[in-house]
């Protein structure tokens, strides 16, 4: 939202007096201005503070902070607007007239479409008299500030300030310390299914499991949503650091009871330690947060330590992010495009478009390494549908110049998937390019399936619109056969992980010939991609599967080669091996 669509709301009448009139304090402020300026204030604001809006309007609100306002309770401010998230603090903050007041703050991004904050929009609760009213001390304020509601566990506050006070302990000089960081996997598909009151229960189940396995004094905290850090202090005998976190493993993984149900909880587990990794207490979190998150990148099981090759790795994709955009807009990314073969005839059959960047910095970056940032930014909207854009072009162009008409699918990331514009987009596109839609594949991943009614209605308006759906990487999720069946999907693509091994393997022979089994049962056409021998295309031929893709056709060839084989195509569509 640009400033003008902000202001013509703010200079509604109507809404003007109602958000006035709200008896709490409401203040905008702007993170894309220098030093994050308030925007708007209304009249709660005025009244509980004491200033005017002229006073403050286009200055950042730290007028309101003195010598008694906590630090860690405006590092969770900080935090807040840095990571672009919702949080809540009851911080000691100052009025006009240098009184204090008790500021129960609650801030919150206003985002784009791209997933970036526009605005911050803080609400203030002026909680003071209804602490004296209740004989509230500001000890009983601060231990609010300190725990988390739901589960009793520390917030990020209260287990800051128990970092500080431990490792100021003596005892300190000579023993070891460790941080823990562990997040569940797949929580939010747990909240989704189950719904949020038993996401809940789960969530004070793995806190009571935690609290029964360590020590009473233990400070544990619940960081955010299911993000939890456990400190050991004071550990004579770092190995003792890797049996309590074998302990917490084997603890966590028992089998959990939700709705009736037994469900086991995947997580990953991430360890710094002082004083190897650090010193100080934030990088010590910050260390142990990268080596959770490269242990559920990696989907590594058990405890997995900082090393500082991960930090390598953060300013690599700190790099990668900071490029994408401009990479877009100065042309660097461009289509390759993958054969598809029908295993019977040896006709082509398709074309699948995949996505190659060539930096004039680092050279050729791999897919691998930058569409994950890309999806963890919410920037891969914008480059998908570049890449929706493109491949569709670039196959009215073929048409158009007479060359065989065949399908060109493109592959859809879950978050592309999922937002709210992304039916009209893919409309928008064919409409645009002129590209009639049965020349086009849309490939989604087994990862969207575990949210089978959100999905079903966007497949099935494709579907009427004549594009075709295939289920990528069939294998590599958690797919239910239930879906399968339920969802207008046509085309099942086995991952390559299923093709290596045969026909060498007898165990992955058999498995593949069910898949192929199951997927024609299902009236689907079935594609094995990564074929990469003569052995495996023949037996792929020999079981039925209908399509083959790999190495052992093509690799995924630029432009101007795959013109160069549509010219070599007979009026049949047969294509000779040697022909690439």
């Not at 220098?34 to 604001?45: R, S, T």
């Not at 991004?109 to 791209?114: A, M």
Request: with cysteine; hydrophobic share 40%.
């Amino acid at each position: 939202m640009s400033n003008s669509g902000i202001e013509s709301i703010i200079d509604s009448a109507t809404l003007l007096r109602s958000i006035d009139k709200m008896g709490i304090g409401l203040a905008i402020s702007d993170p894309n201005l220098e030093d994050n300026p308030l925007v708007y204030v209304n009249q709660g604001f005025e009244q509980i503070t004491g200033y005017s809006r002229e006073e403050v309007l286009m200055r950042n609100c730290r007028f309101l902070q003195g010598e008694e306002t906590d630090a860690a309770h405006l590092e969770v401010i900080r935090q807040a607007i840095k990571d672009g998230r919702t949080d809540t603090v009851t911080i000691k903050n100052y009025k006009k007239d240098g009184s204090t007041f008790w500021n129960q703050f609650i801030i919150c991004p206003v985002t784009s479409l791209e997933g970036k904050p526009t605005y911050f929009i803080g609400l203030q609760f002026d909680v003071t008299k209804e602490m004296e009213e209740r004989g509230a001390s500001e000890e009983r304020i601060k231990l609010l500030s300190n725990f988390d509601p739901l589960t009793g566990l520390l917030n990020n506050n209260g287990f800051r300030e128990a970092m500080k006070k431990q490792f100021q302990a003596p005892e300190m000089e000579t023993h070891t310390a460790a941080v823990i960081r562990l997040n569940l996997n797949r929580f939010r598909y747990i909240n989704e299914s189950y719904g949020e009151s038993i996401g809940n229960e789960l969530l004070k189940e793995v806190a009571v499991r935690l609290k029964g396995t360590l020590a009473p004094d233990t400070p544990i905290c619940r960081s955010f949503a299911d993000d939890f850090i456990v400190l050991l202090s004071s550990i004579a005998d770092p190995l003792q650091v890797h049996a309590i976190a074998n302990e917490l493993s084997d603890t966590l993984r028992k089998p959990y009871i939700l709705s009736g149900e037994e469900i086991t909880l995947g997580f990953a587990m991430g360890i710094s330690l002082y004083p190897d990794d650090s010193l100080d207490s934030a990088l010590l979190l910050k260390h142990a947060e990268l080596a959770m998150k490269e242990a559920k990148i990696e989907v590594l099981n058990g405890p997995h330590y900082f090393d500082y090759y991960l930090l390598d790795k953060l300013l690599e994709r700190v790099n990668i992010e900071k490029k994408l955009p401009r990479a877009l807009a100065d042309g660097e990314f461009e289509l390759h495009y993958q054969p598809k073969i029908d295993a019977a005839t040896r006709t082509l059959t398709g074309l699948e478009a995949l996505i190659r960047w060539n930096d004039p910095e680092l050279g050729r970056i791999s897919p691998a390494s930058f569409i994950p940032i890309a999806e963890d930014t919410g920037f891969i909207v914008q480059l998908g549908e570049w890449v929706l854009w493109e491949a569709c072009r670039t196959n009215k162009k073929w048409q158009d110049a007479g060359y065989p008409k065949l399908p060109v699918s493109v592959n859809v990331s879950a978050v592309q998937f999922r937002h709210p514009h992304f039916v009209h987009m893919v409309r928008n596109v064919l409409e645009q390019t002129e590209l009639a839609p049965e020349y086009l594949e849309l490939e989604v991943t087994e990862s969207l399936l575990n949210n089978p009614v959100m999905i079903k209605e966007k497949l099935n308006s494709l579907k009427k619109r004549g594009i075709s759906l295939s289920l990528d990487d069939f294998g590599t999720g958690y797919s239910s056969i239930y879906y399968l069946k339920t969802l207008p999907l046509q085309v099942l693509k086995i991952d390559r992980t299923f093709i290596q091994e045969t026909p060498s393997s007898e165990r992955d022979s058999s498995l593949l010939r069910s898949i192929i089994e199951l997927g024609k049962s299902l009236g689907m056409t079935v594609l094995a991609e990564g074929v990469e021998t003569e052995e495996q295309f023949n037996f792929l031929q020999e079981i039925g599967c209908d399509q083959i893709q790999g190495f052992y056709y093509s690799r995924p060839l630029d432009e101007q080669s795959i013109e160069r084989l549509l010219m070599s195509v007979d009026n049949n569509n047969t294509i000779d091996k040697q022909a690439f």
